[in-house]
């Protein structure tokens, strides 16, 4: 019972990348030509009500599920990494059309070319892991 | 209901539940983030005992490989019973911008000039979805996180490393766009 929370979280996870268009090729040329509100606004939306959840999980100071206290890690303060590291993210992200989540909505969704594209995130972060202490971070 | 819920749903619709799904993993004590996964499944086929870096306790992720799962079967949920009859309502200006580069319109979700087999299992498409793909989990990686744990989890958090990792991927995703999705698809 403890794993069925996440498989169904996935599973509505998934219906929503999908049934939102954002596991749309298309729908990330769109964006990355600025020829339609859909992808901003479901990102503005998504960062606004999620800001608006984070302000009040901290001030109301919420507990989890297990009775925890609920704490948000800071990222580690730099800019190499994000920077450089988030832009080669994004050309991968409008070559392919995917981000990491629906690249395997495409798969379940019968994408089955996706699968390449999984096989190349997987040795793309091989070689991070292989190559990490040599990059700036 | 299930009528609704199968035609393509608004922004809001979409970014609401987005949240909604960020909140959740929070409540259950996790955070909302994809692109860990890709780590977790190095480590599981055996990558911790060369490299350093996937050298940890893979079960401490299960959670998050069981969502992963989980959004696979979604995927296939959207594309059965809850799949829309309608066609994609792209940009006029984008169908015309795709045509330029040889990327025909097909009312579906993906390309079939991309994802289509022929394409996708010649040699320069295999490349291409490769390429694509390893850029995305470098990328990934590197920066710490993807659309999932920056662009939402992050900025959710009013995060500045967040903020730098998103302008990056547009950054990114301008540069492939503009400059490379022609050279690409025009060869």
Redesign the interface.
């Known amino acids: 019972m403890k794993?069925l929370?996440?498989?169904?979280?996935?599973?509505?996870?998934?219906?929503?990348?999908?049934?939102?268009?954002?596991?749309?090729?298309?729908?990330?040329?769109?964006?990355?030509?600025f020829?339609?509100?859909?992808?901003f606004?479901?990102?503005?939306?998504?960062?606004?009500?999620?800001?608006l959840?984070?302000y009040l999980?901290k001030k109301l100071k919420i507990r989890?599920?297990?009775g925890?206290p609920?704490v948000?890690?800071?990222?580690?303060?730099?800019?190499p990494?994000?920077?450089?590291?988030?832009?080669?993210?994004?050309?991968?992200?409008?070559?392919?059309?995917?981000?990491?989540?629906p690249?395997?909505?495409?798969?379940?969704?019968?994408?089955?070319?996706?699968i390449?594209?999984?096989?190349?995130?997987?040795?793309?972060?091989?070689?991070?892991?292989?190559i990490?202490d040599r990059?700036p971070h | 209901m299930l009528e609704l819920?199968k035609q393509?749903?608004p922004?809001?619709?979409?970014?609401?539940?987005?949240?909604f799904?960020?909140?959740?993993?929070?409540?259950?004590?996790?955070?909302f983030g994809?692109?860990s996964?890709?780590?977790t499944?190095?480590t599981i086929?055996g990558?911790g005992a060369k490299?350093?870096?996937?050298d940890f306790d893979w079960k401490t992720q299960?959670?998050?490989l069981?969502?992963?799962?989980?959004?696979?079967?979604?995927?296939?949920?959207?594309?059965t019973i809850?799949k829309?009859d309608q066609p994609?309502q792209?940009?006029e200006?984008?169908v015309q911008?795709?045509r330029s580069l040889g990327i025909t319109?097909d009312g579906e979700?993906?390309?079939s000039d991309?994802?289509?087999?022929d394409f996708?299992?010649s040699v320069k498409?295999?490349m291409?979805?490769?390429?694509?793909?390893?850029?995305?989990?470098?990328?990934?990686?590197?920066?710490?996180?993807?659309?999932?744990g920056?662009?939402?989890?992050?900025?959710?958090?009013?995060?500045?490393?967040?903020l730098?990792?998103?302008?990056?991927?547009?950054?990114?995703?301008?540069?492939?766009?503009y400059l490379?999705?022609p050279l690409?698809f025009k060869i």
């Open positions: 794993s929370k996440f498989i169904v979280t996935g599973i509505l996870f998934g219906i929503i990348m999908a049934k939102s268009e954002a596991i749309s090729w298309y729908r990330i040329q769109e964006m990355f030509r020829q339609s509100f859909h992808m606004g479901i990102i503005g939306t998504a960062v606004i009500l999620g800001t959840a984070v999980i989890d599920y297990h925890n609920i948000f890690q800071d990222k580690d303060k730099s800019w990494r994000y920077l450089i590291g988030g832009l080669i993210f994004g050309l991968g992200w409008a070559l392919t059309g995917a981000c990491p989540g690249m395997f909505v495409n798969i379940g969704y019968g994408y089955w070319a996706m390449i594209v999984v096989l190349g995130s997987l040795a793309g972060t091989y070689i991070y892991g292989l990490k990059l | 819920i393509p749903w922004w809001y619709t979409s970014g609401a539940m987005i949240a799904t960020m909140v959740l993993l929070i409540y259950f004590g996790k955070s994809v692109s996964n890709l780590r499944l190095c086929a990558a490299v350093k870096f996937f299960k959670w998050n069981l969502f992963l799962m989980g959004s696979v079967f979604g995927g296939l949920l959207a594309s809850l829309s994609l792209l940009s200006a984008t911008d795709l319109f979700l993906n390309p991309i994802f289509g087999p996708a299992l498409g295999f291409i979805l490769l390429i694509g793909g390893l850029f995305v989990g470098f990328g990934a990686r590197y920066a710490g996180g993807c659309t999932s920056h662009a939402i989890s992050g900025l959710s958090n009013l995060q500045l490393p967040s730098l990792a998103v302008i990056g991927f547009f950054a990114g995703g301008l540069l492939m766009t490379l999705l690409i």
